[in-house]
């Protein structure tokens, strides 16, 4: 698992150059309830409309959003949809926009009814001309390109098939791209997928990865089984399918499969998910992640995304939350008293697909040696139930005088951190039957102990789980600050 915070603070920064087609968004809501008397057609009576950049723009406004810095190039028309564009993205904090003039085409402009009530998409107009840019058009991308690559931390194409990214801009791009050492992530539209070739990973959808493969991708393992192919006729790293509510799988060149969940939510609308999965990756992979890593936070901006209406942008703070969703909870609302239910919490995790980790202690005084085991058990799973004993477990093995603080005390002071996701007060010496309960697949311990010494390590690794083992801080223990506090020697 990775620690959100850290990716969070490289992701702050990180220069993105996004290539593709640029599009004007509309949604017009309203409410229907009647059949209009001229034709058997559905009246939609308009409450509201919005306006947004959407296509490659939506993925730009999203790296923006997310924190990172864009750099990027598309096209318009020389018409009003066009001037919208341009003034639009010229407001857009985080957004560098080198647009290219055709008077020869429209702008991508796509208008699309909602019916509020029902929450759904009822009819979508299109203005576009789905044909290749012209030779000189060609150039004129180029050209407005190549000059930014030396600014970028990594290369995003985002291609929707309306004319930006034809064979010659895409093999200018990732050629010029790899030999300035710039990693390439392409969100392909084409069934073709050797025209991205050379491309560090493509991001297809399932139709998408189906259409190229001529598979049926409807499962990981099919997934995983069409996925090596693809990879050699596209000569990429990797190659991540998206699934929708099925989640996302990426297989690599290595043979490595990573199989990352949605997470949860109630879906408004799909519109755009794909572009913010593509600006979260570019980003997280730009910010040093490692593929899992990059995946979960992707997965996590999906679900952020399709919960909102519209052409939606995912902030850290949203992603944050819905990574760390217990953070914003009130402390009591995280802690379990002694023989309290807990089985609800981890049945909601497991039907989830979620990696759930165990550590355990006392904690009477916490202290930074606490505060680093606790922070590397989080970055080790999804959810981190912390085992805490109780008074009279602590006063059996620590003696008379301990603890300094009630249970209580204790469990919230740990249920305030946002590496714990749930407290649960035990009465036993140790936790044995709390870790047989909560079945970890990690169990962690700071590293004064051995694995053997790890109280629950055979049931774990029974299990198919592991055992981690952090390094402890020398020189923090509670015992020697209640010994200071007392007017000890230590």
């Not at 995280?334 to 990696?355: C, E, S, T, Y």
Request: with cysteine; proline share 4%; aromatic share 4%.
């Amino acid at each position: 698992m990775f620690d959100f915070e850290a990716l969070s603070h490289a992701i702050s920064g990180q220069t993105v150059l996004c290539v593709g087609d640029l599009m004007l968004d509309e949604f017009v809501y309203g409410d229907v309830s009647r059949i209009s008397p001229e034709a058997p057609a559905p009246v939609i009576a308009v409450r509201r409309s919005e306006t947004n950049i959407g296509g490659a723009g939506n993925v730009a406004r999203n790296i923006a959003s997310l924190g990172g810095r864009c750099i990027f190039v598309g096209l318009i028309g020389e018409d009003a949809a066009g001037a919208t564009l341009t003034a639009a993205l010229a407001n857009e904090a985080g957004i560098e926009s080198v647009l290219v003039r055709d008077p020869a085409r429209p702008t991508t402009r796509k208008v699309r009814f909602v019916s509020e009530h029902f929450s759904t998409h009822m009819l979508r107009s299109d203005w576009e001309l789905a044909a290749p840019a012209a030779p000189d058009i060609e150039q004129q991308l180029i050209d407005a390109i190549l000059p930014q690559l030396a600014r970028a931390d990594i290369v995003l194409l985002s291609d929707y098939a309306k004319g930006v990214l034809t064979a010659r801009v895409i093999r200018n791009v990732i050629d010029a791209a790899r030999k300035a050492g710039k990693r390439v992530i392409v969100d392909p539209k084409s069934a073709n997928l050797a025209i991205y070739r050379g491309a560090t990973v493509l991001t297809p959808n399932r139709k998408e990865f189906a259409e190229a493969t001529r598979s049926r991708a409807d499962s990981h393992e099919s997934i995983a089984l069409a996925a090596p192919d693809a990879m050699v006729l596209a000569d990429c790293e990797a190659m991540l399918v998206t699934q929708g509510e099925h989640g996302m799988t990426l297989v690599t060149r290595a043979g490595e499969a990573v199989h990352v969940p949605a997470l949860p939510v109630k879906v408004r609308d799909v519109s755009g998910a794909g572009d913010t999965v593509a600006a979260m990756l570019a980003l997280a992979l730009a910010g040093g992640a490692d593929w899992e890593s990059a995946l979960r936070m992707a997965s996590a901006a999906a679900a952020v995304a399709v919960g909102k209406t519209g052409t939606a942008i995912v902030t850290p703070d949203e992603l944050r939350r819905k990574i760390l969703p217990h953070a914003s909870l009130a402390a009591e609302d995280k802690i379990v008293a002694a023989g309290g239910d807990i089985d609800a919490h981890l049945a909601d995790w497991r039907a989830q697909d979620l990696r759930i980790g165990f550590t355990n202690g006392c904690f009477d005084i916490l202290h930074p040696g606490h505060v680093k085991v606790l922070t590397a058990a989080r970055r080790a799973c999804d959810r981190l139930v912390v085992g805490l004993n109780s008074d009279a477990s602590v006063k059996r093995l620590k003696g008379e005088g301990r603890p300094v603080q009630d249970e209580r005390a204790r469990a919230e002071v740990l249920a305030a951190l946002e590496a714990v996701d749930l407290v649960a007060i035990f009465e036993e010496d140790t936790p044995i039957d709390l870790i047989t309960q909560v079945r970890p697949s990690v169990l962690v311990k700071g590293g004064d102990y051995t694995r053997e010494q790890v109280v629950g390590y055979e049931i774990v690794e029974a299990d198919g789980g592991e055992v981690v083992l952090v390094d402890i801080l020398p020189g923090h223990s509670t015992t020697l600050l209640v010994d200071r506090a007392r007017g000890g020697k230590a």
